[in-house]
């Protein structure tokens, strides 16, 4: 069966500093990737999809990027981070567009 | 993890009893539409999709209905039993955006012992 993993789990970071989370799937080959935030109390924001190794498409102007180096491997990272960074990150994984997408346990950023 | 439920409509239900979720969608081209249970801490989990040529489908215990005509979805959970306390988001895919999974607000549902 599939399975999706992000880490870490939590994160406390300060302004400025640089970020990177990873999120890996397993036991499927050539998943769209997906990274969403969520706001507390709020449903979730697209960031970013992919559809391939190398391929990525951003959903909304931000402090933000991702990378997808490997087939089942996608990167969300920042240079400099800022206090509006702070949220929960989530990825997800679907078979291809107009599927269920499967969601891993998220981050927890809290930016100092 | 994320206090995903601090500010959202709460529905509270006695253990055993059905619990029923609402859930409006306004775009018209929206043609796929997935349940997902959010606990604390946790991702999003799937319970149920429902595509727009259907207007029911039932799961264990869980039973989507689709008003395509009021735009308006539904989420039936028979039993209810505490572990169903939850954050419970619906979501949609428009045909003109498929890649793209659109986020309701979300419902808290607490089940009282």
């Known amino acids: 069966s599939q399975t999706i993993h992000q880490w870490p789990a939590t994160l406390v970071q300060p302004v400025g500093s640089p970020l990177s989370l990873e999120c890996t799937v397993e036991?499927?080959?050539?998943?769209?990737l997906y990274w969403y935030r969520q706001a507390a109390g709020r449903g979730l924001q697209l960031l970013f999809y992919?559809?391939?190794?190398?391929?990525i498409s951003s959903e909304v102007p931000q402090n933000l990027s991702a990378s997808r180096p490997q087939d089942r491997q996608f990167i969300l990272s920042s240079k400099k981070l800022l206090l509006s960074d702070s949220g929960f990150y989530l990825c997800?994984?679907?078979?291809?567009?107009?599927?269920?997408?499967?969601f891993g346990d998220g981050t927890r950023l809290s930016i100092l | 993890g994320e206090n995903v439920g601090l500010h959202l409509p709460t529905l509270s239900v006695q253990e055993g009893d059905n619990s029923i979720i609402n859930c409006a969608y306004s775009?018209?081209?929206?043609?796929?539409f997935i349940w997902y249970k959010q606990e604390s801490g946790k991702g999003p989990q799937f319970i149920i999709d429902?595509?727009?040529?259907?207007d029911k489908r039932q799961g264990q215990r869980v039973t989507v209905l689709l008003n395509k005509t009021v735009k308006h979805l539904s989420l039936q959970i028979a039993a209810t039993q505490p572990g169903d306390s939850a954050v419970y988001f619906c979501a949609e895919i428009s045909r003109d955006s498929s890649y793209k999974l659109i986020f309701g607000s979300g419902t808290r549902l607490l089940v009282r012992p």
């Open positions: 997800a994984w679907s078979p291809g567009f107009n599927q269920p997408q499967h």
């Open positions: 429902i595509r727009s040529n259907m």
């Open positions: 775009n018209s081209a929206s043609d796929y």
């Open positions: 036991g499927t080959s050539n998943p769209n």
């Open positions: 992919s559809v391939g190794i190398g391929q």
